[in-house]
């Protein structure tokens, strides 16, 4: 439960179901962690963080990266944040899309098999300028500077991209 009267404009729950994230119009995010125990809760859950103004404009989209531990939030000013979400701080900046933030996908094709561990994380984002980019979150240009080009523009659709997904 919230005491935040706004709406909810965006909300994601991590894989592991560890977290709920939500954003509202208020601009605020707030980050709940999802009790374990199957038991009935007594008590109002209360947000284990919340960062005031996340965004300058609502957030439309929002998605957990496959390992529960990044969060990806687009908002309507065409900004793209990538979240710490325990640390509850940003680590990726991309600005640039034009207009609003319209799909969000992470490209993390992890296998904890693998000798090599150069393992690289992409996030792929769409917009209402119909353009898809891929991002490397690997990149230490990406960091929050919010200067970093994406690795790819993929051009093409007439329509608005409403969702993205990366297939092995």
Known sequence: QTQDTESITSLCVTPSASHLLLFTSSLSLRIYEI?????????????????????DAPVHVCRADPTST??????????????????GYVTHLFKGHGGV??????????????????????????SVDTRIRIFDLSAAAARA?????????????????RGLDVSS
């Open 35 to 55: 009790p374990a125990s199957l038991a009935p809760q007594t008590k109002p859950i209360k947000p284990v963080r919340v960062i005031a103004r996340a965004h």
């Open 101 to 126: 933030v319209s799909a969000l996908a992470f490209n993390y094709p992890f296998d904890p098999s693998s000798v090599v561990r150069e393992q690289k994380m992409q996030l792929v984002t769409a």
């Open 70 to 87: 990044y969060l990806a939030s687009g908002a309507a000013d065409g900004v793209v944040k990538v979240w710490d979400i325990l640390r």
């Open 145 to 161: 500077s919010g200067g970093s080009k994406p690795e790819a523009v993929l051009e093409g659709h007439v329509s608005v991209p």
